[in-house]
């Protein structure tokens, strides 16, 4: 079954954009937003809302409709693939499995100097009520902050002896977490470790798919917290140490 957008009545087709132009706000640049909607496809383009940033920068919101429609079957998802456990599993997995506590060690790479995702999996505290690593019995977690550098975050982890590699990239601007990230398996595979480690990105712009094309074991998205993290990551630690046996 195909379907499209819905606002008032079922596939109707209406869509709501927003974005900015680098021109004054003014009917000129209402007149120049709508313009641009239509040259996507989208008629019947109303402006609903305009204000401006500053004397050059304009702001606009938009209701149009659109004639695509998408078919949902044909569309496919790469997501994590091992199961989802609470806390408390994650602890008896991990007492189970492992005869000693198992090393996860996270930053924020490169010039990204946020620490709101790295401490929302990695702090004692976590983020929405679900606790971070620290707070996880049979996890040791070394939690390096922000702006380090890829050489500095692999010596560590080399030092530590990590079993898991954490990295937050927050800061996307004109894709430059895709650079950084690319670095960082580039520099892995250089030393000749990259499978000494399981390593795992996460920030708002990261996906599974992006993560496994990237050359990561995983890659978690905006509303994904510490024990969907460990989840995978004690379970990929377990078939990786067992096919080395």
Do not use: W
Not at 10 to 32: A, M, R, V, W
Not at 211 to 219: S, T, V
């Amino acid at each position: 079954m195909k379907i499209r957008p819905y606002g008032d009545t079922l596939h109707d087709g209406k869509i709501q954009l927003s974005f900015t132009l680098p021109i004054p706000c003014s009917l000129h640049g209402e007149e120049t937003a709508k313009a641009l909607v239509k040259k996507m496809g989208i008629h019947d383009v109303h402006v609903v809302h305009a204000t401006p940033l500053n004397d050059n920068y304009s702001f606009y919101i938009l209701y149009g409709t659109t004639h695509h429609e998408i078919d949902p079957s044909t569309v496919s998802v790469t997501d994590v693939d091992t199961d989802t456990l609470t806390k408390s599993d994650i602890e008896d997995y991990i007492e189970q499995h492992f005869n000693r506590p198992l090393i996860f060690i996270g930053a924020s790479t490169g010039t990204d100097a946020h620490t709101v995702g790295i401490d929302a999996i990695m702090n004692m505290k976590g983020y929405a009520g679900h606790y971070g690593l620290e707070r996880y019995k049979g996890i040791k977690a070394i939690n390096l902050g922000s702006q380090i550098d890829n050489e500095t975050l692999l010596e560590e982890a080399v030092k530590h002896q990590a079993d898991v590699i954490l990295i937050s990239q927050t800061v996307t601007q004109k894709d430059v977490h895709i650079q950084n990230l690319t670095a960082f398996i580039e520099l892995l595979e250089a030393e000749n470790k990259r499978d000494d480690f399981i390593v795992i990105i996460g920030g708002p712009r990261i996906t599974h798919s992006l993560a496994k094309e990237l050359g990561y074991d995983a890659g978690f998205g905006p509303k994904k917290y510490a024990f969907d993290v460990a989840s995978f990551a004690v379970q990929a630690l377990n078939i990786k140490l067992n096919k080395e046996v």
